[in-house]
């Protein structure tokens, strides 16, 4: 089976970093994925690990470690729009794409 | 990345009845997945479409209330048959690639 685990809520404060950490137990592993959720809109894609260590990509931070089971998404120079849903998701097995999702963590940015 | 598109965007349906959501994508994908968020949920896998052969689905998702089709490499269709309350849901089709998965807009569904 698949456990993800991922905090329920955060808040932090504009300009500020927030880091959200996700957790899993995946029966395979092929990839590790986040994505951004804003209210009412679709799931857009942020990041996307394999190997263990950190992807950057602009203000948003993505690192791996797969020995631990563990990855975090870190949200540098935070924003009011960065407000949404972050959504960890594991991709199980090598020869099929599908994934399985975390609760997901909601984000407040607070002026 | 991929351009998917949805129709309908949403619908209100009475129970009993049945809705088929279309996915189109703008190139060809051989997997598109098919997911359902509850409200305040998170995503969960309904099924696989595999151009040319049956869908594959999940613990708890099956194929007469869930038909689906692939006709082609770009489209496919989800039906929710046979509608009640509980699936009140957004429906999203999705394709992914080595390194990425990127859904479609999603389809709100309200069933009366």
């Known amino acids: 089976g698949q456990n993800i685990d991922q905090p329920t809520e955060m808040t932090a404060t504009e300009g500020a970093i927030v880091q959200i950490n996700c957790t899993y137990q995946?029966?395979?592993?092929?990839?590790l994925f986040w994505y951004q959720q804003h209210a009412g809109e679709a799931p857009t894609f942020l990041s996307y690990?394999?190997?263990?260590g950190l992807e950057e990509k602009g203000r948003f931070s993505s690192f791996l470690s797969r020995s631990k089971g563990y990855s975090y998404l870190l949200l540098k120079e935070l924003q009011m729009k960065d407000s949404a849903s972050y959504l960890c998701a594991v991709r199980g097995g090598s020869n099929d794409y599908k994934l399985s999702f975390g609760a997901g963590t909601t984000v407040t940015v607070r002026a | 990345s991929a351009v998917i598109s949805q129709k309908p965007s949403r619908d209100i349906c009475q129970r009993g009845t049945s809705l088929t959501i279309q996915c189109q994508v703008d190139?060809?994908?051989?997997?598109m997945f098919w997911y359902r968020q509850q409200p305040g949920q998170s995503l969960t896998l309904i099924a696989t479409?595999?151009?040319?052969?049956?869908?594959?689905?999940e613990s708890g998702f099956v194929i007469d209330k869930f038909p689906i089709s692939r006709p082609n490499l770009t489209f496919s269709t989800l039906t929710v048959s046979n509608m009640s309350p509980e699936d009140s849901s957004i429906y999203l089709c999705s394709v992914g690639g080595d390194r990425t998965q990127y859904f479609g807009p999603g389809t709100r569904l309200t069933v009366l």
């Open positions: 190139s060809q994908v051989t997997m």
């Open positions: 690990n394999v190997l263990d």
């Open positions: 995946t029966s395979g592993f092929n990839g």
């Open positions: 479409a595999n151009q040319g052969s049956e869908a594959t689905y």
